[in-house]
């Protein structure tokens, strides 16, 4: 069993933005800049705001982070996008999700310019992902093929399943694997024999947001076994949607509940932003 260590990729990555972030300041004489709006006073959302807004610093970009009581009204913060979307600093925003309930979410994410829909949640994203001409790819799933690629890990051919029909991980996730033309399932909730399903699979993708819902005899030998999922078990412990401890002695590849994923999805929203500001220099 290898581990897929998100951490240590990321830092490859990150170095590597760093050093075209340098050559884009220079060229242009300005920096890429990320805008993150927070409505509310979510604990994990702020947690995430934060390390998002760290990495920026870490790389060289402009960053802009507004902090909205929950009390902001849709009309306000629908001006506040479009005074982002306008703003030449800014090429990429990013609305950190739930916003509060009196919010709607779909309109606000379609208020976002799709040439800063550095998140790729808005209809026009998502259409470009589902043909295969992407500007920008959703972080999570964008993050696993990363994943994929650092490790030598081949998708074509392969038979991948992935559990989780969300439009921000399932959905996204599917298609890029499709598009490395692997042999997608996407599995749910409503799935009948599910078990019998992801024995089957090469590659499990697993964002069904259970803890520990994958176990050992729902995996192949020699699987490569992709967790998403961020939980807290019963002794209030981070882990994720796969019983690591029993999972990675049949596994190939397994990623780590936390080291996984989560350090990818953040370097993934750089690499958008980046490419969102040598778009817009183009």
């Not at 990363?146 to 991948?160: C, T």
């Not at 969300?166 to 749910?188: D, E, F, R, W, Y």
Request: contains cysteine; aromatic residues 4%.
């Amino acid at each position: 069993m290898t581990l897929l260590d998100g951490k240590l990729t990321s830092k490859k990555l990150r170095a590597r933005f760093a050093e075209q972030v340098r050559s884009y300041e220079e060229t242009y004489g300005k920096k890429p800049g990320l805008a993150v709006i927070l409505v509310g006073e979510d604990p994990a959302s702020q947690t995430y705001v934060k390390n998002k807004e760290l990495a920026c610093l870490e790389v060289g970009f402009y960053s802009e982070v507004h902090r909205l009581p929950e009390s902001t009204t849709q009309e306000e913060l629908l001006e506040l996008i479009a005074k982002l979307n306008a703003d030449d600093k800014i090429h990429g925003i990013l609305v950190q999700l739930p916003v509060p309930r009196h919010i709607d979410e779909v309109t606000v994410i379609e208020a976002i310019d799709p040439k800063k829909d550095v998140d790729a949640f808005g209809y026009a994203s998502v259409g470009r992902i589902m043909v295969g001409n992407p500007d920008f790819l959703p972080c999570t799933p964008a993050g696993v093929m990363a994943l994929l690629d650092e490790y030598d890990i081949p998708v074509e051919g392969k038979n991948a399943v992935v559990i989780g029909r969300s439009n921000i991980v399932g959905k996204p996730q599917a298609m890029l694997l499709l598009h490395k033309n692997a042999t997608v399932t996407v599995c749910h909730s409503k799935t009948q024999n599910l078990a019998d399903i992801t024995r089957e699979a090469d590659i499990l993708v697993v964002a069904i947001g259970r803890a520990k819902f994958v176990t050992q005899d729902m995996v192949k030998d020699g699987a490569v076994v992709i967790d998403v999922g961020m939980n807290r078990d019963e002794n209030g412990r981070l882990c994720g949607d796969v019983d690591f401890d029993a999972v990675k002695e049949k596994a190939s590849f397994i990623t780590p509940v936390p080291g996984g994923c989560g350090p990818m999805t953040i370097t993934m929203l750089l690499q958008n932003t980046l490419t969102a500001a040598k778009n817009a220099a183009k």
